[in-house]
Structures are given as C-alpha cells and as structure tokens.
C-alpha cells in the first residue's frame, strides 16, 4: 500500500490519513500531528503471525515488495513470527520492474521449498507479475497468507493459483446514503468532477462537453447509471471509503468539541464564529472516542486507531469463480490467544477443507524429546527417545525429566508408574518350592524322632545316644522351620527373628553333633583298659556342652539385637526398574559373628569326626558325622560367594537353600541310614550286631 496521505487538514498542522500504513509514521516526536483511521502496518504484521501460529504452521517461506511497504512490513512480520516460534525457510523479495530472471527465481524458491505456507508481504501490482509467472509452471500446493495490499483486491480473484489463500483486510462499511447518492448523480454534478467525469465518459462512451481530440459523441443527459452494469453500483466493498467516512467524522468531532461548549446538563451551546487554534483541535483529536455507522473510532497515543480486521478468504462459488469470503475477525485490543473469531468454514489450498501442515520437524510425542539438526533453525529437529530413568509428558518438549526414586517410566516414557516390589513371597513358584522343602524337611525330622520313640529301646537307638538324637532331630526340625522366616515381606520382626532363629538353631544343631562326636570318642577311649573318662563326659555333661554353646550364639544374637539389628529396607539400587524389599544387616560384624561361630563349630565337629571316623565299633557314627559335616562345611563354604553376587531376592533364595541343603544333609547322613536298619533291617538292630566287627 503506498504512504500517500489523505490529507485533511485544519490549519497547517494536523492530518488525518485514511491510507497511510507504514509503521513509521507512528512515532510521535517525528509526527507528533498525525493521526489516522487505518491500523499501521506493525499491526498488521502481527496479525499475520498470530494467524499463521494459530493454525499450527512453524515452518513458512517469506515474500515481499522490494518497497518500503513491503521491507517494512516484512521485517515487522519477521520480528512477530520469530517472537510466536515461527521459522522461515526463506525470504525473498521483488519488484514488477524487476527483469523476468529475478522473479523466475522467487517462483523456482518457492516450487522447490518444503514450506507449505507462503506469506506475502506485497503490493497487488508485485504479486499479479510473480502469480502469472507461477501460473505459467504452477508448483505444488501452496496455502498463501496475505497482506491486505494484494488479499483483498478483487482483481486478483482471477489467479486459481491462490485459491483457499487466507489473509487480513480492512474492515468492510455500508455507508448510510452513499449508492442512492451516486446513482441519482446530474450530469452536471458528474461535470463539476474529473474524476467522475472520466468515469462517466468511459462507462457510457460519450464525453460531457467538446474536446478537440476526441471522437467521442456527446453525452445528451439519456444515460441510466441504474441499468449500468459496473462495480460502482456495489458499495458492500468499501474498505479504504470507510476509513475516509470514519477520518471525516473523526475531525468533525473533534472541531465539534471546540467551538461547542455545555451551557448546563442538558443545553449545549455551540459558537460557531469561534476562531479555532489547531493546538485546539489537535488537544480535542486525542480525545475522539465514539461510534459511527457501527464501528468504534478513537485513537491511541501514537495516533493509531483500534487495530480491527477481517479474516477473508479465497473461496470458490458454485460457478467456478473466486470469490472473497469474510470468515472472521481479528481485534487487537483482546486477551491474548482471543484475538481471533471464526465464524465460517475455511477452504484451504486447492480446495481442501483440512487445515494444511506446514512443519520443518514433525511434532515430538510425549516420551520423546526434541534434539536440533545442526545448522538448522529451532523448527527443524529429530525426536530421541528420554534416556533410561527419566520421561517427558508433554509434547515438542526439549528436557526429559527423572522420575521420583520409588517411580519408573512406563514403556512409552510419558509417565512416571510405581516401581514394582519385589520380595521372595508364598505365590511364586521358588517361595512355594523352598516352602515345600522347609515343611517337608521338618516333617521328615519328626517321622524320623516318631520311629526312634517308637523303637527307643532296640539297640542302635541306645548306642547312638538317644537324648542328644532327639534334641538333634528337634533342632533339625527348626532349623527346616526357620526357613519360612525368610519367605514374605521383610518387617521388623521378620528381619530380627529370620537372622537370629537360624543362627541360634544352626548353633544348637551343631552343638548336637559335637556332642555326639564327643561321646563317640570318649566312649572308645573308655572301652580301653584302666580308662574311667566317661564319668566326666556323662548325660550332664553333654547337656551342659549343647547349652554352654548355644548360649554363646544366644549372646552374640543378643548383643546384635540391642547394638544394631536388622530391619527391612527398600533396595532401590540393585535394579533401577524396580524395588527389592529385604533385610538389611544393621550391622554386618553381627551377622558374620553368627556365620563365623557356626562355621567355627562346623570345623571343630569335623576335625573330631575325621579322628575318629575309623574307630572299630560298629556303632560308630564318626563316619556319618564326617559326612554330614563334610557337605554342611561344602554347602556353607560355596553359600558366601554365593550371597554375595545374588541379586534381589535370589540372595533370600540362596540362604534358605544353603539352609535346607545343610539341614537336609545332616538328618539324611545320620538318621537315613540307623532308619533304614530300623525298619527294613530289624535283624541287624540287636546288641550282637552291634558289636560286631562286621556288619
């Protein structure tokens, strides 16, 4: 649009302009008397990247007037789109009297761009020479955005190129009085005006009064502008006609506001002989602020008006013809991200009724995280997945996020879920597996106890010590049981009792077997001539020997119990994707004292198992007990590499089954076989069998 003014002016200083767009004329210390009725051209511009974010589109490409209209408002426009996230493929500018070279290259730009969406900044009598240039070799569908300029300018409706574009223009006026005034017109009125007369002249092909270089006939007052078939009939269109309706009026009340004065509330005097000041008038044009023929004229302290456009559109009718299509309203004045209205369908390019996608870089889902191309604007990005641990919820998003320490992302990493717990329970097949050994274990120590109660007075229950087999065989029977301690959900209880409960009953099983080791030795060496030592190593004694070690183990539970006993924790570290719930230690000397002094009685009994494995007696269960301990020392030797590498609760598994297996090899290595003579081999459980030097 071109910066020639409408020039309406009361004394020499103050202008009202209906045409003047260029942003410039806004600053007040170089215009400090200018006012106008048209939104400058930095509205504009907003207008068009507002509208341009508003339906999504971040990747566009950028023309322009090489004019001081089209620079301008492009640079305008190219300051808001980057302020809304907006990118540019490119920015191009022309002229009409640029050589056809220069404008074949804006339309190759343009074909071979990736931008869907064009924007143009331009004149209408620049984009009619780039559009028939694009005609001649169309490119591929492109959505124009427009400046009023070219947008709104019905000549440029012929151009199929552009149909579905979309842009702003000014606002639309039926003038009150104006078409019956122009079609009652004399043709003498019409005479009293060049313009109108060359209008007159060339509508009706006559001239109104005689001119040397024409051949024209003479007007003889016949003509009907009413059967006249012209635009000059259709006053529906008037867009800059309004502004100057609305400049007129703006002056007019201004200088109304001078020279008329209230006399009270309810007379107003007017003076109209007054000699106005322009600095009067200029004072009362600050201050304008009413209605007219339904709009709203006031002006801002640039001198600008209420920025207010249509959104139109480039819509076929049922003809096939282009028609400009009002679909809404944009007003400046509005909150934000309400600024626009739409109150009609949009035809896009081509005809299509989808809202086109004009994107560098497709939208990044939730879960994903946007990385820039290098060398590329912000718009033009790849989406990677968030890294292990961490999530993004929201879409086109350039950080991931970790979730809380007891959350882990889901599968799709747009959402932190609770870490599953996980802990050797009863439902899952190893906790029903180890439950089943544990019970049956100790079910098999009390069959075992039945059959010796039940046969206690044969022979090879007396010679095996029968008190300590029992306690034995009871011990056995807990520490089977002990094991289901360490099956659940770790609490409190379950932490101290599982430790100190194996503990305690492994010492008394082991305390037992020493016992009966030593009783195996003695009574050899009692067998020997002048030797009484059985009379020190009696019933008491042996009871003693089991007590006076059990307690130490009871003490050394005791003492990790008060100091610093185990409790539940939440192992967030062994596997990320997941919490194990298990006992901590409290304090690992306490639990490897326990471990230590069980070992420690473990190598002392097979020390003496191994001395007296070869003793003649048929009665000897020092090779049983080498055995048994021999499998009790291998399974807890191989258990703490074990415990120390499993993972979770594999390491709950490891120690009920260094638990069973220990157990299980004590009771088969030294109650299977006197069992299976008890029950199957009734001959050989006799006195004389026992003493025997072959079985």
């Known amino acids: 649009m071109s910066v020639t003014v409408l020039v309406v002016i009361v004394s020499v200083s103050l202008q009202v302009s209906h045409y003047a767009t260029c942003a410039c004329l806004s600053d007040k210390h170089q215009y400090p008397t200018f006012f106008r009725t048209i939104p400058s051209d930095q509205f504009q511009a907003d207008a068009l990247a507002k509208l341009v974010k508003h339906f999504g589109w971040t990747w ?261 013809s282009i028609e400009l299509v009002t679909v809404g309203q944009y007003d400046a004045s509005l909150p934000t991200g309400q600024e626009f209205s739409i109150n009609k369908n949009i035809t896009w390019a081509e005809g299509d009724t989808q809202v086109p996608v004009s994107v560098c870089s497709q939208s990044c889902p939730r879960g994903t995280r946007k990385v820039l191309q290098k060398g590329k604007p912000i718009c033009c990005y790849d989406c990677t997945s968030c890294p292990e641990g961490e999530i993004n919820n929201k879409t086109d998003s350039t950080d991931c996020f970790p979730c809380p320490k007891e959350f882990w992302p889901s599968a799709k990493r747009d959402i932190c879920l609770p870490k599953p717990v996980e802990f050797l329970s009863y439902d899952e097949v190893l906790g029903i597996i180890l439950a089943t050994f544990s019970v049956g274990g100790a079910c098999l120590a009390i069959v075992t106890a039945a059959v010796f109660f039940r046969h206690r007075a044969t022979a090879i229950v007396k010679a095996n010590n029968s008190e300590l087999s029992f306690l034995l065989l009871f011990s056995l029977a807990l520490c089977f049981l002990c094991s289901l301690t360490f099956i659940g959900a770790p609490a409190n209880w379950s932490c101290m009792l599982r430790h100190t409960a194996f503990g305690i009953t492994f010492v008394l099983c082991i305390s037992c077997v020493l016992g009966k080791t030593i009783v195996v030795l003695m009574a050899f060496r009692a067998t020997l001539p002048g030797n009484n030592v059985m009379k020190w190593f009696g019933p008491l004694q042996q009871r003693m020997t089991v007590v006076f070690f059990t307690l130490i183990q009871v003490l050394i539970c005791t003492l990790w119990l008060v100091l610093s006993p185990p409790f539940p924790i939440k192992n967030l570290t062994t596997y990320k994707e997941r919490i194990i719930l298990e006992c901590a230690l409290g304090s690992a000397i306490g639990f490897w004292a326990v471990l230590g002094y069980i070992g420690l009685l473990a190598m002392f009994c097979f020390v003496l198992a191994v001395l007296g494995r070869k003793l003649p007696d048929n009665f000897n269960e020092a090779k049983l007990i080498t055995f048994s301990m021999l499998i009790f020392c291998a399974v807890w030797i191989t258990f703490i590499p074990a415990y120390v590498s499993s993972p979770g609760k594999f390491t709950v598994a490891v120690e009920i089954f260094a638990i069973l297996a220990s157990t299980f090899g004590l009771i088969v290595c030294i109650f299977v076989p006197k069992c299976f003579i008890i029950l199957f081999r009734p001959e050989k459980n006799t006195k004389k069998c026992m003493m025997s030097k072959n079985i």
């Not at 302020?83 to 404008?103: D, L, M, N």
């Not at 003498?188 to 509508?203: G, N, R």
């Not at 009064?209 to 009939?233: F, H, M, P, V, W």
């Not at 100057?244 to 004065?261: D, E, L, S, T």
Request: hydrophobic share 40%; net charge positive.
């Open 60 to 320: 566009i490409g950028a023309i322009r007037s090489d004019s001081d209209y089209g620079n301008n408002g492009m640079a305008s426009f190219l300051q808001a789109a980057h302020r809304e996230g907006i990118c540019v493929e490119y920015s191009e500018s022309f002229y009409r009297t640029h050589p056809r070279s220069r404008i074949q290259r804006v339309a190759d730009v343009i074909r071979r761009a990736t931008a869907v969406v064009v924007v143009a900044f331009a004149a209408a009598g620049d984009m009619r020479i780039l559009l028939e240039e694009l005609a001649r070799e169309p490119s591929p569908p492109r959505q124009w955005v427009g400046s009023e300029a070219w947008v709104t300018d019905s000549d440029m409706l012929r151009f199929n190129v552009c149909t579905g574009a979309i842009g702003v223009g000014i606002q639309r006026s039926v003038i009150p009085g104006l078409r019956d005034f122009l079609v009652d017109l004399s043709p003498a009125q019409v005479a009293a005006s060049p313009v109108l007369t060359e209008f007159w002249e060339d509508a009706f092909n006559c001239r109104l009064k005689r001119r040397a270089s024409t051949d024209k006939i003479t007007c003889d007052g016949t003509e009907n502008i009413l059967k006249l078939q012209s635009q000059y009939k259709d006053t529906s269109q008037l867009r800059i006609t309004n502004m100057v309706y609305k400049a007129v009026y703006a002056i007019a009340h201004a200088i109304h506001n001078v020279v008329c004065k209230e006399a009270n509330s309810t007379t107003l005097w007017c003076d109209r002989d007054t000699k106005m000041k322009s600095s009067q008038v200029l004072s009362q044009m600050k201050r304008v602020n009413f209605s007219q023929n339904g709009y709203h004229v006031s002006f801002d302290a640039n001198g600008d008006p209420v920025a207010t456009y249509e959104l139109v559109n480039w819509q076929k009718s049922k003809s096939g």
